[in-house]
């Protein structure tokens, strides 16, 4: 008894198909995601980590997590730039961290004196040759043996100009943007199965009233009052639903003004029957058909709902572009042999002479 009361809860069905057609897909890549990522932490090594001391800053490099975020009260400029195929794009900085001298190298083409409160994103470096170069130069600027110099610098430099931006936003746009989206659908998949009501193919209720009122009306009528059911369309006293995997589609019956079917070859030769339903001032819906009988079966019994529809032109033949082009030059050939023939018929006819207009007259 309670499995016929659900197979009579058509509508709900109806919607629960649709929703299973995207919670399927999206609990598969949500899977594949979590395990990629369990087994390959990219997302733990490539997005940037906040840091504040410069404890945090060796542990994370220790973790390999050298992309890091943080504030800098005040940057001061060395005087050495960075360049990339010979143009600068960037400057060499430092400040006091933690009684540390740490240097950054951030992305610029015109150094400023000093930046104050800067918040920058970059990546943990050690054992650059050219920051080794720099702090050479550095050292003889302020008339420092190295090794008092390297004494309190910090070996680990944040470079912005070096920062992965590229990586990151692939990791972002590949991995992260799906699986969060995946996750998403998955609850509203449940919020759908729960009130299909507010499923995405129930939002076209709105423009009949509103809308979970009207699903509850649609919802009663396909339960209790259903005229016609065959393939994939259902039909009740005021309404057309036609459904597949992915959509539901309602038609007002009353709203349809004008109504055609047209036979429409493909462009990989398969023959579809498009059933049109418009209505100029509310609605225009099309669907295809495989079967010649469906369409049929669903204008007969809407025209007998409403003695409204103009189907004048119920039944339309369409060739396919290639068909219609093979169509009209057929037509031109055969319209040029017939004017050839016209002229040549013209051109055998004998000329009259003076003599044969005596003879005709005597």
Known sequence: MKIQNIKNERLNLLFLKNTIAIFVPSIIVFVIILL???AYPIIYYMMPHGVTTLEE????????????????????????????????TGAYYYSFIENKCVFFLMQTKNPKPV??????????????????????????????????????VNPIMVSEVEYPRLEIFLVVLLVIIPYVAAA????LSVLWT??????????????????????????????????????????????????????TDVIRIDFIRYISRHVIKKANGKQVYRLTMSNPEKMFYEKDFSVESCADEIMTKLI????????RTMNVFHLSEPEMMEQET?????????????VVEVAEEPEITEEDKKEALE
């Open 115 to 152: 930046i104050e409160d800067r918040v920058l994103r970059g990546i943990m470096l050690d054992n650059s040759a050219s920051l080794e170069a720099m702090l050479n130069g550095f050292a003889k600027d302020l008339r420092l043996p190295p090794d008092a110099f390297y004494s309190f």
């Open 57 to 88: 800053m060796e542990q994370r490099f220790d973790q390999g997590c050298y992309n890091v975020q943080m504030t800098v009260p005040e940057m001061k400029y060395t005087g050495y730039d960075y360049y990339e195929d010979g143009k600068r």
């Open 194 to 247: 729960i009130q299909p009501f507010r499923h995405p193919s129930a939002k076209q209720l709105i423009e009949f009233g509103e809308r979970r009122l009207v699903f509850e009306e649609l919802r009663s009528q396909m339960k209790n009052r259903l005229l016609q059911h065959n393939y994939n369309y259902y039909i009740t006293e005021e309404y057309l639903v036609i459904s597949n995997w992915f959509t």
């Open 36 to 38: 990629f990522t369990n």
């Open 304 to 311: 007998e709902l409403n003695p409204h529809i103009d189907n």
């Open 184 to 187: 998403l659908l998955i609850v």
């Open 330 to 342: 057929t037509e031109n050939a055969e319209q040029q042999v017939i004017d050839s023939e016209n």
